[in-house]
Nanobody, 123 residues
Framework: QVQLVESGGGLVQPGGSLRLSCAAS????????IAWFRQAPGKEREGVSC????????YYADSVKGRFTISREHAKNMVYLQMDSLKPEDTAIYYC????????????????WGQGTQVTVSS
């Protein structure tokens, strides 16, 4: 069975940091692009970051560039999102997503999804 399980969310102060993890199983992780999306209440799900399957190229939404870092450990089937200098507008449910293809900002490009982890940035 395909599984993507996010962890690491929680409540953090503005300016603080969190590291999200995504544990993957049941599909060809090494040949998949892995992305992070987020969704705030009443808003569309938006792409945050992606790491490619081939050369490890990374991509970031303009809103998080310089603050978030995506990485993967192939041997552990793990993907991480290090989030620094967090802002209240980063508050959302964060999802990891995977597809045996290219990085994309489009939700429909990804075949596999986790259930999400809540990130709340508040004083």
């Amino acid at each position: 069975q395909v599984q993507l399980v996010e962890s690491g969310g929680g409540l953090v102060q503005p300016g603080g940091s969190l590291r999200l993890s995504c544990a993957a199983s049941g599909f060809a992780f090494d040949y998949s692009a892995i992305a992070w999306f987020r969704q705030a209440p009443g808003k569309e799900r938006e792409g945050v970051s992606c790491i490619s399957r081939s050369d490890g190229s990374t991509y970031y939404a303009d809103s998080v560039k310089g603050r978030f870092t995506i990485s993967r450990e192939h041997a552990k089937n793990m993907v991480y999102l290090q989030m620094d200098s967090l802002k209240p507008e980063d508050t959302a449910i964060y999802y990891c997503a995977a597809d045996e293809g290219r990085c994309s900002v489009l939700v429909r490009a990804y075949r596999y999804w986790g259930q999400g982890t809540q990130v709340t940035v508040s004083s």
